[in-house]
């Protein structure tokens, strides 16, 4: 069990997440204005931290913000200020760290999540981080050219009348600058009140906004909340590709035009299916002894654009690789000499340039077949 928000059916904020209580659990509003929720043994799981800091009163207001108060109705403390995965009409996301956005496991499992959304200066991004990786990495990056030269404060969901018909509402992002000017990014006309609204990183990574109309859903019966923004979407091709997103294909695969079109083997590529993996590597790491590497090229990693050392020769980012028992492949772009090692291989995307090149990292065999890589001929 979790405390927590909810709008309609869905959960839009969690106080505990990741540490659920049981039976016999309690939530209290001490006279000293904290708000604790403690396990069936009395142990403390959360609480709000504002124990005799002129808390008065506890509300719950209109938009979905809870709120502790003094007694001039100032917030000492607000879940809006402490986002999980769910941002609602009205509220922001701050830069920083501490204020991200993270997804979850699933849908009945409220641990963190492997995707992540901060804003950082000008830029808002997108990280993974898999079991393996000792760092996230970027998987995409938005930076919208009125933000050019300014910093962020703030991105903020809001639901608008359109100024041009009173029957239709917009939902925006509003970006406000340090310098307080601010700019609205419009992603979705409705016409119907787009009040219930919330903007949410999903458990695909993918970034999602949610909104509620019964009238057209409720009488079926089925769920009245429905995407009416999709950021990696197969539907909008000016915005981010559905293969861009970490898990797109399962452990490993090659996406293209937003699907898992093969498994790249060492053999060549193959049918993709759920049970595409990388190859297994032996357990004990001894550098470039027992492993060797076969070739993709017309390929990127989901932090190509994004991440990556250099310029470097090719021989050098395999040696990175080598010395990294953790590496699973690197990728190398022949036109800059940039080079990623990796961690973590998931998704490839299908690109035109055929300099863009992809080294898989395997168990050295015996007789090596012809696709192998002979790095003593560079």
């Not at 938009?63 to 200020?81: A, C, H, I, P, R």
Request: proline letters at 4%; a neutral charge; one cysteine or more.
């Amino acid at each position: 069990m979790t405390l927590a928000l909810r709008l309609d059916t869905r959960v839009v904020w969690e106080a505990n997440r990741g540490k659920p209580v049981h039976k016999n659990s309690t939530v209290s509003f001490g006279q000293d204005g904290n708000l604790v929720l403690a396990d069936a043994h009395g142990n403390v799981v959360w609480q709000t931290n504002t124990a005799n800091k002129g808390v008065v009163d506890l509300q719950m207001l209109p938009n979905g913000n809870m709120v502790l108060v003094n007694t001039k109705g100032e917030y000492v403390w607000q879940s809006f200020d402490h986002p999980t995965d769910t941002i609602l009409v009205s509220q922001s996301l701050l830069p920083g760290d501490k204020n991200k956005l993270v997804s979850r496991i699933s849908a009945i499992d409220n641990r963190d999540g492997p995707y992540s959304l901060v804003i950082d200066g000008e830029r808002i991004i997108f990280y993974y981080k898999s079991k393996r990786s000792a760092m996230p990495e970027i998987y995409s990056l938005m930076k919208p050219m009125f933000i050019e030269g300014g910093v962020l404060e703030k991105m903020t969901v809001q639901s608008y009348h359109a100024s041009t018909d009173p029957y239709l509402h917009d939902i925006l992002l509003n970006f406000t600058l340090l310098d307080k000017s601010s700019f609205a990014l419009g992603t979705a006309e409705l016409t119907y009140n787009a009040t219930y609204s919330f903007l949410q990183l999903g458990q695909d990574g993918n970034l999602r906004i949610y909104t509620y109309y019964d009238k057209l859903y409720g009488w079926t019966g089925r769920n009245a909340w429905h995407a009416t923004f999709t950021l990696f979407s197969a539907d909008l091709p000016y915005l981010e590709s559905q293969c861009q997103l970490p898990e797109k294909c399962g452990n490993f695969g090659l996406c293209e035009d937003n699907q898992c079109v093969a498994c790249p083997t060492p053999k060549g590529l193959m049918g993709w299916s759920k049970k595409c993996s990388p190859p297994k590597l032996p357990r004990n790491c001894n550098g470039a002894e027992n492993v060797e590497y076969y070739k993709i090229a017309g390929v990127d990693h989901f932090s190509s654009s994004y991440s990556g050392e250099g310029p470097m020769r090719l021989v050098e980012c395999k040696e990175k690789c080598n010395e990294d028992c953790k590496c699973l492949g690197f990728f190398y772009n022949e036109d800059t000499s940039m080079c990623l090692a990796t961690h973590q291989l998931k998704t490839l995307t299908k690109v035109s340039n055929s300099t863009h090149l992809a080294f898989i990292k395997m168990a050295k065999q015996d007789h090596p077949i012809s696709q192998y890589l002979d790095f003593l001929a560079m």
